[in-house]
């Protein structure tokens, strides 16, 4: 058992043994990691700076080493487009792997990383102008590769988009999501949306935490219903996974300028029923002064082991669904992205 | 002509031998001076400059002890023998 942790001064590995869990000693120190994903029978992570910029790397020992990608995710000159920072990394059945990045792009390698293609497709979409940056920057940040052909991503602004066709055509499949910083809060895109998830076994069923509420959709994406109305503390959060159908664990964070957890209290809501009623998971979490924050990618499920990272360097982990959490690292640095490799 | 190359903090990390090169020939500008000497190791101007040909807004570049600052850094003229610098600005935290 092990979780990957991104972190804005490295890599971090937490191993569990049987004298419990330790930390592994960093790896691309000093180097900012958004990304780690696993593809291609590889572990992918993309470390990077402000001065150099981002190096895609890969490991195929669990973490033990890394060595850099012998193919780099780089924009045609012709496109006009500079990478500023990879934020997703993951693959289809066929082993494909697909990047998402900033500025909002999607890059493809069918032979493990050692080429890019650019999905033109997208970034020629002629709604890219109009995408605006969030506070995190403008990135595709979720990817969802629902068959061969049929691929969600999200971005934030900008909101959920989708193709049928491998990414040739895109259309923006946000429709049900508010946006109340709009003029026109039922806008066809725009939404700034901070994550999504897809439920196991049911590509059709997806969970999502926009800036203004949790919604559901039950036909992969292409309309939405909010699920989350006065159901929490807040109704802003980054986070949202799944790991059963029906089911979404969600951390409401405090709005708009604080931006910690509301009341104080960190607490993970989970549903089973599809969004109708939520329970607070909050045994082994601090309920009292807390001032922290999880980003996008800080929260990861693998089967019934959920861990989660917060902007204060605080590990947390739950084995049982979670019912029961701890406390597993502490004092790292920022936390940008969490794997949990159960 | 000979130009000296110093490559500082970060940047030195990304070479595969040495962070003080010298390079001899006609180099009209930094640029030029830059991609001849490191035509073998694409790590080190890919850190330096973007993929549209601009250098990253954290990389500070000075000839002969001058800063050469802004945008058209890489396109600054070399008149003769020269020393460039190529520096990580004190940024982060």
């Known amino acids: 058992m092990k979780v990957f942790v991104g972190t804005l001064k490295g890599l971090f590995v937490i191993e569990k043994d049987s004298d419990g869990w330790r930390v592994v000693p960093p790896v691309f120190n000093g180097l900012s990691v958004y990304a780690i994903g696993r593809g291609a029978g590889r572990w992918w992570s993309a470390p990077g700076s402000e001065w150099t910029g981002t190096d895609l790397s890969w490991s195929e020992d669990e973490g033990r080493s890394w060595h850099l990608s012998e193919g780099q995710i780089a924009f045609p000159e012709s496109s006009g487009g500079a990478l500023r920072r990879i934020w997703q990394i993951t693959e289809d059945s066929d082993g494909r792997l697909f990047a998402g990045v900033e500025p909002s792009a999607l890059f493809t390698s069918d032979d493990r990383g050692a080429t890019w293609s650019l999905c033109e497709g997208l970034w020629n979409h002629p709604h890219r102008p109009e995408w605006q940056p969030g506070f995190g920057g403008q990135a595709i940040h979720t990817i969802a590769i629902l068959s061969k052909n049929e691929w969600v991503v999200g971005m934030s602004t900008g909101g959920v988009y989708r193709t049928e066709d491998g990414g040739v055509t895109w259309s923006p499949s946000n429709k049900g999501i508010l946006a109340p910083f709009m003029p026109d809060p039922d806008v066809e895109f725009g939404q700034c949306v901070h994550k999504f998830a897809v439920t196991p076994g049911n590509t059709s069923d997806m969970f999502l935490q926009h800036h203004w509420g949790v919604y559901r959709s039950n036909d992969a994406g292409r309309t939405w219903n909010n699920v989350g109305a006065d159901k929490f503390p807040s109704d802003f959060g980054f986070v949202c996974v799944s790991n059963a159908p029906k089911t979404s664990f969600v951390i409401p964070i405090k709005a708009d300028i604080e931006r910690v957890f509301p009341e104080g209290r960190m607490r993970v809501f989970r549903t089973t029923d599809g969004g109708d009623s939520w329970v607070s998971l909050e045994n082994g979490l601090p309920q009292s002064d807390v001032y922290d924050c999880v980003l996008r990618d800080s929260f ?35 936390i940008s992205c969490v794997r949990v490799a159960a | 002509m000979t130009v000296r190359i110093w490559l500082h903090s970060v940047l030195a990390g990304r070479t595969a031998g040495e962070a003080e090169r010298t390079v001899a020939g006609e180099f009209a500008t930094v640029r ?19 993929e549209q040909g601009v250098l990253r807004p954290h990389i500070a570049i000075f000839i002969d002890g001058e800063r050469v600052s802004g945008a058209g850094a890489l396109d600054a003229i070399l008149t003769g023998d020269c020393e460039i610098g190529c520096f990580c600005a004190v940024s982060g935290g």
């Open chain 1, 300 to 334: 990861h499920v693998d089967g019934r082991c959920l861990a989660f990272g917060t902007t204060g360097g605080n590990l947390y982990f739950s084995g049982d669904n979670g019912e029961n959490w701890s406390r597993i690292a502490e004092s790292l640095p920022r």
């Open chain 2, 32 to 50: 030029a001076a830059l991609e001849s000497c490191f035509s073998e190791e694409p790590r080190v101007l890919s850190g330096m400059i973007d």
